[in-house]
């Protein structure tokens, strides 16, 4: 794999509520030097606009490509774009069931489905809570296809101080998963 494939990560934002943790996955990952493939989902746009009053082009300029979602043919869709993984945040439960289910319908969820078959890392934060049982089985089902499933639980061992604080937190263990190197939010027992 060329240098330039192991920093390069694709990046899935769909429609659930908790943008804010694919906004802080993205300033992180352009201190870190990492090349950003970014997807917006439909419902990503609009929760954008409700949650935030930001534009998908807010959410662009944090990238360094930024892929249409309806464009399975994109480079991200293939097998061949080599990358170190991906990460899907938030995960909306009917993206998680996609994925988990082969329903690769638009490129969030193709891209997807090119990591888990070319057994490379996919990361998926799902953010919706409760969790009904059908969501339980789609997160059985992506995790025995050898994704992670890391939800939205921030710790708080490291004393937040702040939303920075949590939001950091979910974005150092997504990283930590990738093997990507980064120091955004304390380890428990490396600060004493």
């Known amino acids: 794999m ?4 192991l920093k390069r990560l694709v990046v899935g934002v769909t429609g659930a509520s908790g943008v804010q943790y694919a906004i802080d996955l993205l300033q992180t990952l352009q201190t870190l030097e990492v090349e950003t493939h970014l997807i917006v989902s439909e419902g990503a746009k609009r929760v954008l606009a409700e949650e935030l009053k930001m534009h998908p082009r807010d959410l662009a300029a944090l990238a360094h490509e930024v892929h249409d979602d309806r464009d399975v043919g994109a480079g991200v869709a293939s097998g061949s774009f080599r990358t ?8 909306s439960a ?3 069931a ?3 289910y082969g329903m690769a319908d638009t490129l969030i969820t193709r891209a997807a489905h090119v ?16 969790y009904s049982r059908p969501m339980l089985e789609a997160m059985l089902k992506v995790y025995d296809a050898g994704a992670v499933v890391l939800a939205a639980n921030p710790g708080f061992y490291g004393k937040p101080k702040d939303v920075s604080d949590l939001l950091g937190f979910i974005t150092a263990r997504a990283l930590d998963q990738l093997g ?12 004493e």
């Open 2 to 5: 060329t240098q330039t494939a």
């Open 84 to 91: 170190l993984g991906m990460i899907v945040v938030p995960c």
């Open 94 to 96: 009917s993206t998680l």
């Open 98 to 100: 996609k994925i988990a």
């Open 115 to 130: 990591h888990l078959k070319e057994r490379r890392k996919l990361v998926l934060v799902p953010r919706e809570t409760p």
């Open 180 to 191: 990507i190197e980064n120091t955004r939010a304390p380890r428990w027992k490396e600060t």
